[in-house]
């Protein structure tokens, strides 16, 4: 699906970002330009640098080089303004989860500055929305994996962000759900918003996206329209391919041999 963006809209600027770990190099230099109103996929493999390259696009992870923009906001230089901006799911969740989801809720919208009604309102659409409207009063532990991460994406969304930064938003969650993800998401792009995720479903992002970066060893291999990058093929051969191919289980024999 691709809509006509302005590609001089450009709502997040990420330029020549870097980071390290001690000798490990996480991220190489990343650049990406996200128009505003797109549904950007950013895939790559296992340790590629996805979620370090978001981290420090939300502002939870200083960058050793480079610069992000949200807006014409610098991230690092006012992180506060930034954050502002953008609403974030981030990879591990840690969230406070002896909280019911409705306190959760309330914690996040208030933390962002709406008032006790607004967020009461916006609770009950975001619960509707989500289909968690049976588990509000709950605490938030004994949500299993995919209610929790519904919760975590309805307290990114509360304060009606101008972008969502989602790092595997589809994780542990069941195919229905994540459909309706998918829709409640389409509905913020068609509205104005912008959406940038991270996933490794290859099948997902080629339906719902119309803008994917690969990352492969803290690098961006190919990005542009699903089409551009895709090149004639399916995104997930494509992935393959610039991700260095498949291991084989050579060398894996004692695996099927009797241990008797
Ligand atoms: N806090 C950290 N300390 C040390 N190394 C780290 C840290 N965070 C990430 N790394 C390393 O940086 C590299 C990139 O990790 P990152 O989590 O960004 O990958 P990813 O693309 O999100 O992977 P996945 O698809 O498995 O979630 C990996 O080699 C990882 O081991």
């Given at each position: ?41 950013i895939?790559g493999?296992?340790?590629a640098g996805k ?162 970066a690969i990352i492969v060893?803290?690098?961006v ?40």
């Amino acid at each position: 699906m691709v809509r006509d963006l302005d590609p001089n809209n450009i709502v997040l600027s990420i330029s020549g970002l870097t980071k390290k770990f001690g000798s490990k190099t996480a991220v190489a230099g990343v650049d990406i330009d996200v128009p505003l109103g797109s549904f950007y996929g950013i895939v790559g493999p296992n340790g590629a640098g996805k979620t370090t390259t978001l981290s420090m696009v939300t502002g939870l992870l200083r960058p050793d080089g480079g610069s992000i923009t949200v807006l014409d906001q610098d991230v690092w230089r006012d992180p506060a303004a930034a954050k502002r901006l953008i609403g974030v799911l981030p990879d591990r969740l840690r969230l406070f989860d002896r909280l019911t989801g409705r306190q959760l809720l309330y914690y996040s919208g208030t933390l962002r500055g709406l008032d006790a009604q607004t967020v009461s309102r916006r609770s009950d659409d975001l619960a509707v929305a989500f289909g968690l409207e049976d588990a509000l009063g709950r605490l938030v532990a004994d949500y299993s994996a995919g209610m929790t991460k519904k919760i975590a994406l309805a307290c990114a969304m509360i304060h009606s962000p101008r972008i969502l930064v989602l790092d595997e938003p589809f994780e542990s969650v069941d195919p229905v759900s994540a459909a309706n993800v998918v829709e409640i998401l389409q509905k913020y792009v068609a509205g104005g918003g912008t959406v940038v995720l991270s996933s490794h479903s290859m099948d997902m992002i080629q339906r719902v996206c119309d803008r994917v970066a690969i990352i492969v060893e803290g690098r961006v291999l190919s990005k542009g329209t699903v089409d551009q990058v895709r090149e004639g093929g399916t995104l997930e051969q494509r992935f393959v391919e610039l991700a260095g191919g498949r291991k084989s289980a050579e060398g894996m024999e004692w695996l099927l041999s009797s241990s008797d």
